[in-house]
């Protein structure tokens, strides 16, 4: 991975992965200075279901107003305040404070690169904060260690002067009218200081060889764990690296509105590699491109443009009447998709969303297209059956989207999937007995874990009358995807999101 700078502080690639280490001089960092990769630690707090699940309404977050401590600081605090105390999400929160603020340029960009790094890094920097203050991360005020993981964020993964780094820390727990712990911070960053990063990796990875992958690519061991069981070990840490990647943003070119090379055109970007409607953008708001203002386009994963082609392009035996069914809706961007698709093929979608709120967006993703929307959940929504193709993007886990939401990976706990399978089985159960005969049921989740992929489909395929097709066929020019009928995408292999994806017909 290159470096790339910006501002006088490195993004997204931590120090560990440069040149090794030189002596640390005493007044300034040298550019070269290697950092541990990231690893875990502590939890903050959890999220389940499609699309991360229910969260609770945003608390009021505090705001730091401290002399001396710049804007990008300021609402990078903010931004973990909210995350932390409302369960809000950073990839939503952040853009809406830069724009409130008017924040551009280089100041935009090292208040996502310490905002996001600090998130995705908060398990090795809990690890090290931990160990430079000899005590339990209970014991310290919620705020101030907010604080104190943007300082230790800024010393061990940036060029930011280790000085400015402690200085504004101090400041900032100073302005949040902690003075009583300014001395506190001031002690623990001047500790952590002390040592090179790779010392306290060193002194504080794991010995077992899994747990030290996670430890280094920032992950919950169990979510290296889930991983192992569906990759070979060669491939596990580029796999969880990946995480830390920041997305190409994908496009879909809506089919009867504009083709992927008229978008391409229009937004300077290049057609995907895999869907035919898809086009990759490297930078800039999605939002301003007048296609997508026009809602000619939208942003969706390559993935996910896939998955909903499929439905559409497996054959299906006898005739095809145009009865389809999304038993998973929300938040309505495969059901979109499949409805330009129905509107060329004169067929109609029926889709379900249990939500009220994501029943909206999805109505709203598909107007102007013969895709009906209903409120309830799949399981028991009266619908009259006979349907030729059903898709059930059921709720998961969302671990193929980590990279995505940045603090996603130490909110989420492995009793969530637990909880998950018993509604993920259901929900295919109910889509097979809304099928007619000969009809096909696409299942896939956002998820490579196996107990919410080749589990539950093995477990249908053992007690369902239904078949499984090989479902490589549909996805068009994309190899590797494992060594079932079933295909798994991943962020390392294909640029998608980790999705899996198994065709099924009923017989």
Same mark, same amino acid.
């Given at each position: 991975?290159?470096?790339?700078?910006?501002?006088?502080?490195?993004?997204?690639?931590?120090?560990?992965?440069?040149?090794?280490?030189?002596?640390?001089?005493?007044?300034?960092?040298?550019?070269?200075?290697?950092?541990?990769?990231?690893?875990?630690?502590?939890?903050?707090?959890?999220?389940?279901?499609?699309?991360?699940?229910?969260?609770?309404?945003?608390?009021?977050?505090?705001?730091?107003?401290?002399?001396?401590?710049?804007?990008?600081?300021?609402?990078?605090?903010?931004?973990?305040?909210?995350?932390?105390?409302?369960?809000?999400?950073?990839?939503?929160?952040?853009?809406?404070?830069?724009?409130?603020?008017?924040?551009?340029?280089?100041?935009?960009?090292?208040?996502?690169?310490?905002?996001?790094?600090?998130?995705?890094?908060?398990?090795?920097?809990?690890?090290?904060?931990?160990?430079?203050?000899?005590?339990?991360?209970?014991?310290?005020?919620?705020?101030?260690?907010?604080?104190?993981?943007?300082?230790?964020?800024?010393?061990?993964?940036?060029?930011?002067?280790?000085?400015?780094?402690?200085?504004?820390?101090?400041?900032?727990?100073?302005?949040?009218?902690?003075?009583?712990?300014?001395?506190?911070?001031?002690?623990?960053?001047?500790?952590?200081?002390?040592?090179?990063?790779?010392?306290?990796?060193?002194?504080?990875?794991?010995?077992?060889?899994?747990?030290?992958?996670?430890?280094?690519?920032?992950?919950?061991?169990?979510?290296?764990?889930?991983?192992?069981?569906?990759?070979?070990? *060669?491939? @596990?840490? %580029?796999?969880?690296?990946?995480? &830390?990647?920041?997305?190409?943003?994908? /496009? $879909?070119?809506? !089919?009867? #509105?504009?083709?992927?090379?008229?978008?391409?055109?229009?937004?300077?970007?290049?057609?995907?590699?895999?869907?035919?409607?898809?086009?990759?953008?490297?930078?800039?708001?999605?939002?301003?491109?007048?296609?997508?203002? *026009?809602? @000619?386009? %939208?942003?969706?994963?390559?993935? &996910?443009?896939?998955?909903?082609?499929? /439905? $559409?392009?497996? !054959?299906? #035996?006898?005739?095809?009447?145009?009865?389809?069914?999304?038993?998973?809706?929300?938040?309505?961007?495969?059901?979109?998709?499949?409805?330009?698709?129905?509107?060329?093929?004169?067929?109609?979608?029926?889709?379900?969303?249990?939500?009220?709120?994501?029943?909206?967006?999805?109505?709203?993703?598909?107007?102007?297209?013969?895709?009906?929307?209903?409120?309830?959940?799949?399981?028991?929504?009266?619908?009259?059956?006979?349907?030729?193709?059903?898709?059930?993007?059921?709720?998961?886990?969302?671990?193929?989207?980590?990279?995505?939401?940045?603090?996603?990976?130490?909110?989420?706990?492995?009793?969530?999937?637990?909880?998950?399978?018993?509604?993920?089985?259901?929900?295919?159960?109910?889509?097979?007995?809304?099928?007619?005969?000969?009809?096909?049921?696409?299942?896939?989740?956002?998820?490579?874990?196996?107990?919410?992929?080749?589990?539950?489909?093995?477990?249908?395929?053992?007690?369902?009358?239904?078949?499984?097709?090989?479902?490589?066929?549909?996805?068009?020019?994309?190899?590797?995807?494992?060594?079932?009928?079933?295909?798994?995408?991943?962020?390392?292999?294909?640029?998608?999101?980790?999705?899996?994806?198994?065709?099924?017909?009923?017989?």
């Amino acid at each position: 991975m290159s470096l790339e700078k910006s501002g006088g502080f490195r993004s997204r690639t931590p120090k560990a992965q440069q040149e090794p280490a030189k002596q640390k001089p005493q007044a300034r960092k040298s550019p070269s200075k290697k950092a541990p990769a990231r690893g875990q630690g502590q939890r903050q707090g959890q999220s389940s279901g499609k699309g991360g699940g229910n969260r609770k309404p945003p608390a009021q977050a505090r705001e730091v107003r401290a002399l001396g401590v710049d804007k990008p600081r300021e609402i990078a605090f903010e931004v973990l305040d909210r995350v932390r105390t409302g369960e809000a999400y950073a990839n939503l929160v952040l853009p809406r404070l830069l724009s409130k603020h008017n924040l551009s340029g280089r100041d935009a960009a090292f208040a996502t690169e310490i905002t996001y790094g600090t998130l995705r890094n908060v398990g090795l920097l809990d690890e090290v904060i931990k160990a430079a203050s000899g005590r339990e991360l209970s014991d310290i005020d919620p705020e101030v260690l907010d604080v104190l993981r943007l300082g230790a964020y800024q010393v061990m993964f940036t060029r930011v002067e280790d000085h400015a780094a402690v200085d504004t820390s101090v400041k900032m727990v100073g302005g949040l009218k902690k003075f009583q712990a300014t001395g506190f911070a001031n002690a623990i960053l001047r500790n952590i200081t002390r040592k090179e990063p790779e010392q306290w990796l060193k002194e504080l990875e794991p010995a077992e060889e899994l747990a030290r992958v996670a430890f280094r690519t920032a992950h919950p061991r169990w979510i290296a764990q889930s991983f192992s069981q569906v990759l070979p070990a *060669d491939e @596990l840490e %580029a796999a969880l690296a990946a995480d &830390s990647e920041r997305p190409v943003v994908h /496009l $879909v070119a809506r !089919p009867g #509105e504009i083709s992927a090379e008229e978008l391409a055109l229009i937004t300077g970007g290049d057609e995907g590699k895999y869907s035919p409607y898809a086009v990759y953008l490297e930078g800039g708001d999605p939002g301003d491109i007048e296609p997508v203002k *026009d809602g @000619l386009a %939208a942003v969706q994963d390559e993935g &996910s443009q896939l998955i909903a082609r499929a /439905l $559409v392009e497996i !054959p299906v #035996e006898g005739t095809d009447a145009g009865r389809w069914l999304d038993m998973c809706a929300g938040p309505g961007g495969k059901a979109a998709l499949i409805g330009a698709l129905a509107r060329m093929d004169r067929a109609t979608v029926d889709a379900v969303e249990v939500s009220d709120h994501r029943a909206r967006l999805i109505e709203k993703s598909v107007r102007g297209l013969p895709v009906k929307v209903h409120v309830g959940d799949g399981r028991t929504i009266n619908l009259t059956g006979g349907y030729d193709r059903a898709l059930v993007d059921a709720p998961c886990s969302g671990l193929g989207a980590l990279r995505r939401r940045p603090e996603a990976r130490w909110r989420k706990q492995e009793s969530d999937i637990v909880e998950l399978n018993t509604l993920q089985y259901e929900l295919l159960e109910s889509a097979v007995n809304k099928v007619r005969s000969g009809g096909v049921i696409v299942y896939s989740t956002c998820s490579p874990d196996l107990r919410e992929t080749r589990g539950i489909v093995d477990k249908a395929l053992g007690a369902l009358e239904i078949e499984e097709l090989e479902a490589a066929e549909f996805m068009p020019g994309m190899t590797d995807t494992g060594d079932e009928k079933s295909v798994q995408m991943w962020p390392h292999r294909h640029g998608t999101d980790a999705m899996f994806v198994a065709v099924l017909r009923k017989k």
